[in-house]
């Protein structure tokens, strides 16, 4: 098997970024996109330097979170910059792709998002967020591998369903010794110990709840009615309480 000499390229790229964290889970649509973007923007409205990295390449959804204006595009210059977003150096296959569908194929999912960790000079931060595709797929599994020091937080819904898969993503992560910053229950319609229970035996920490937000859909694409929503507070209480990321500097 040969290396791909990006491979090299990437851990320069991420050089000066301290520490990555990776939202990823089970099912599709029980809001990781919501969830690592709502951070970003919390962690940099904190003071921090925050990048987020959409690497949901056939669903991409950060940038409908975020309400990208049309316009803004990468800088070109050995590489590609980011673009300041709401105060997130943010990055997504959206700038090229636009509204275009982009039904990529195994090994051709793998190079687009191998080029896109290739090219991004995210210079120094201190958070960077993925928005991962969703599931234990092939192209999870290379995000994986190839973003080696990520940390993650696995994101579930109270549905046995979501949670059967859930279980086997901490359990993956387990075996590959990657670091699990916590569990976080979305959409939370009653009280249950569901989430809770089905973790039991999982050496991973519950760091809290986010209930079903009936006014967040609304707020989708505005930063600032986002950030005041039920959900985005509660998800901040989170960032700053259990996961103890408070003021930078
Ligand atoms: N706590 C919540 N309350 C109400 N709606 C929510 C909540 N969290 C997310 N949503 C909504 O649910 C939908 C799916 O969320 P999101 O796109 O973040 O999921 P996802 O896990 O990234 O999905 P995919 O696997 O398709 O990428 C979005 O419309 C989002 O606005
Ligand atoms: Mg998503």
């Known amino acids: 098997m040969t290396v791909d000499p990006r491979l090299s390229v990437v851990a320069k790229r991420l ?52 309400g990208l204006d049309e316009g803004v595009f990468p800088e070109e210059e050995k590489g590609i910059t980011p673009p300041q977003v709401h105060g997130v150096a943010f990055m997504s296959i959206t700038y090229f792709s636009g509204d275009a569908p982009t039904p990529l194929r195994g090994t051709d999912t793998s190079n687009a998002m191998l080029e896109l960790l290739a090219i991004t000079r995210w210079g120094a931060l ?3 967020m993925v928005d991962m595709p969703p599931g234990i797929g092939d192209a999870a599994m290379d995000v994986i591998r190839w973003l080696n020091r990520a940390e993650f937080i696995v994101i579930t819904t109270a549905s046995k369903v979501a949670l059967e898969t859930v279980k086997k ?81």
């Open 169 to 249: 993503v901490i359990r993956m992560l387990g075996e590959l010794q990657k670091p699990v910053l916590g569990v976080v229950e979305n959409m939370k319609l009653r009280e249950s110990s569901t989430v809770l229970d089905a973790l039991k035996g999982y050496n991973v920490p519950f760091l809290g709840a986010i209930g079903f937000d009936t006014d967040l859909e609304d707020a989708i694409g505005d930063v600032d009615a986002l950030l005041e929503t039920d959900a985005a507070k509660q998800l901040a209480g989170i960032v700053t309480g259990k996961l103890g990321f408070t003021k930078a500097h």
């Open 15 to 66: 050089a000066d970024v301290k520490r990555i964290i990776a939202v990823t889970g089970g099912k599709g649509g029980i809001g990781k996109s919501f969830t690592a973007t709502v951070l970003a923007l919390t962690l940099a409205r904190l003071g921090y330097r925050v990048g987020l990295l959409d690497l949901d390449l056939s669903a991409p959804s950060a940038h409908v979170i975020l």
């Open 126 to 128: 201190d958070f960077l």
